[in-house]
T-cell receptor, first 113, second 115 residues
Framework: EAQVTQNPRYLITVTGKKLTVTCSQN?????MSWYRQDPGLGLRQIYY???????DKGDVPEGYKVSRKEKRNFPLILESPSPNQTSLYFC????????????FGDGTRLSIL | GNSVTQMEGPVTLSEEAFLTINCTYTATGYPSLFWYVQYPGEGLQLLLKATKADDKGSNKGFEATYRKETTSFHLEKGSVQVSDSAVYFC??????????????FGQGTILTVHP
């Protein structure tokens, strides 16, 4: 089954404690991205990756890092989380030059106290 | 830059009522347009899409037509069901004709349908 898997689904943590949200896809997609969803703002892109070792900033990259060492994985790293990063996060992937829809993970709800 | 504006919610309807959720966009070039749906506790699912002007996307009784002259992509359904209760997002893709690349989302519209 084609899917994008995020872990953890829920996390409550404290300010300054480094955390990583993992994202893995099994569709051999080149393009992967991270979004955050906040009430009244919809989804906003944080970072994206066109392929292995190629990453770039989206609209709201401050406070986040990513890496793309393997095609299937695209972890989101919060080196020093702050309360304004409390949000619902989604990972997505899609195939290059394809008309197939993007696939989204089920989301990770982060609460930073 | 690109932007998407949706009608503000929440929208509350009775079962079998007619639904319209307005969506307008600003974009350079020729974007693809999408409606995504998010059921409680779940991720986003593509509901329908249109990749060029005058295309009509349809799925599960929902329809939307890509109107370039009015830069709109309004979502409609003739008779809603309780199971349609969800959050609906209008979105556009930077790369016209494909679903690839960055998606720009509207703010989302919460729909609640009562029996």
């Amino acid at each position: 089954e084609a899917q994008v898997t995020q872990n953890p689904r829920y996390l409550i943590t404290v300010t300054g404690k480094k955390l990583t949200v993992t994202c893995s896809q099994n569709m051999n997609h080149e393009y992967m991205s991270w979004y955050r969803q906040d009430p009244g703002l919809g989804l906003r892109q944080i970072y994206y990756s066109m392929n292995v070792e190629v990453t770039d900033k989206g609209d709201v990259p401050e406070g986040y890092k990513v890496s793309r060492k393997e095609k299937r994985n695209f972890p989101l790293i919060l080196e020093s989380p702050s309360p304004n990063q409390t949000s619902l996060y989604f990972c997505a992937s899609s195939a290059q030059n394809s008309n197939q829809p993007q696939h989204f993970g089920d989301g990770t709800r982060l609460s930073i106290l | 830059g690109n932007s998407v504006t949706q009608m503000e919610g929440p929208v509350t309807l009775s079962e079998e009522a007619f639904l319209t959720i307005n969506c307008t966009y600003t974009a350079t070039g020729y974007p693809s347009l999408f409606w995504y749906v998010q059921y409680p506790g779940e991720g986003l699912q593509l509901l329908l899409k249109a990749t060029k002007a005058d295309d009509k996307g349809s799925n599960k009784g929902f329809e939307a037509t890509y109107r370039k002259e009015t830069t709109s992509f309004h979502l409609e359904k003739g008779s809603v069901q309780v199971s349609d209760s969800a959050v609906y997002f209008c979105a556009l893709s930077d790369l016209g004709g494909t679903s690839y690349g960055k998606l720009t989302f509207g703010q989302g519209t919460i729909l609640t349908v009562h029996p």
